[in-house]
């Protein structure tokens, strides 16, 4: 199935990225619930795991905000 935007998902003590196959660069921002810039990734045509201690999270991309629950 392709994707036709980032997708977000929480795994064990990790947030997984997963981005479209469209040449696109997207730029995330993870935050911690506080505020607090935790982490800035850059993705192109790819998925990668960002591991996090257990927590609430807010995700940031260009076209959408999603909270993360990370356990």
């Not at 997963?18 to 607090?36: D, E, K, L």
């Not at 935790?38 to 991309?61: E, F, H, N, S, W």
């Amino acid at each position: 199935v392709a994707l036709s935007e980032p997708i977000v998902t929480s795994h064990r003590g990790a947030i997984e990225i997963s981005c479209p196959v469209n040449g696109r660069s997207y730029t995330f921002q993870i935050y911690a619930i506080t505020g607090q810039l935790l982490k800035k990734v850059q993705l192109t045509d790819t998925t990668t795991t960002i591991a996090i201690p257990q927590g609430c999270y807010i995700v940031k991309c260009e076209s959408w905000v999603k909270k993360v629950i990370v356990k």
